[in-house]
């Protein structure tokens, strides 16, 4: 193709009239549709057997939301009722982020909701090193081609391994990183909040995540300023 618009190209420069109202740029401004582009990672999860999580799992749970997201969420790995629906956060911790991605004037539509690791790991236990480091390639894609304004991490294992760290989640939430030059806010797991067995304990765990997701309105804001 780029010797046929080459070729032409000359014809146009030596003033030949067949080419005279071609458009022969088109080669170097296509655009690439990221839709299609999420499409095509999405498929690659679906055939993938890169680790053993692979070989359990009901669905693979690739994330959804947005082709051009402000935000995206990213949680550690499907749960059970994820597994079933190959779908990201529709569980009980799930309705708890649906709540407060409405809360920050977003819905699962408009956001994109992905995990570390996309397949679910037995009985719930964290990914492994072997696991996280097979698929992350395709996480990293996705942020690629997202480009997002801002990612959110909730909680420890969504943390530790984008960032290739080991914090605790507890110091570090709400501070800002960055991820190939997107600001990151780590927060607390959704099911973090769930587990709290107060009510006053409840109520200030939400009240900590509204704070730091105050923080990511703000990234979001001074980038479309
Ligand atoms: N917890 C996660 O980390 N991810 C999900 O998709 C669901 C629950």
């Not at 395709?138 to 943390?159: E, F, H, S, T, W």
């Not at 960032?163 to 797991?189: A, C, N, W």
């Not at 973090?192 to 409840?202: G, H, W």
Request: charged share 30%; hydrophobic share 40%; net charge neutral.
């Amino acid at each position: 193709m780029s010797e046929l618009l080459e070729i032409l190209k000359f014809y146009k420069e030596i003033g030949a009239e067949f080419v005279e109202h071609m458009e022969l740029e088109f080669g170097e401004e296509q655009q690439v549709d990221p839709r299609a582009e999420l499409e095509a990672v999405q498929r690659e999860i679906m055939g993938c057997s890169k680790c053993e999580l692979h070989k359990n799992k009901k669905n693979y749970v690739p994330g959804e939301g947005s082709s051009c997201p402000d935000i995206i969420f990213i949680g550690e790995g499907p749960g059970e009722v994820e597994d079933n629906y190959g779908r990201p956060f529709v569980g009980p911790a799930g309705k708890l982020l649906d709540k407060m991605i409405a809360k920050m004037g977003y819905s699962r539509e408009t956001v994109f909701i992905g995990n570390i690791v996309k397949c679910r790991p037995p009985r719930n236990r964290d990914p492994l090193k072997n696991e996280v480091e097979a698929c992350m390639p395709y996480l990293v894609r996705q942020i690629q081609i997202l480009n997002p304004k801002v990612i959110v991490c909730l909680g420890k294992v969504a943390m530790n391994n984008l960032l290739g760290v080991d914090y605790s989640i507890m110091r570090e939430r709400g501070k800002q990183f960055e991820f190939m030059g997107i600001p990151v806010i780590p927060t607390f797991h959704p099911a973090y909040i769930l587990r709290q067995q107060t009510r006053e304990a409840i109520s200030k765990a939400k009240w900590e995540v509204w704070r730091d997701m105050e923080k990511v309105l703000a990234i979001v804001r001074r980038a479309m300023e």
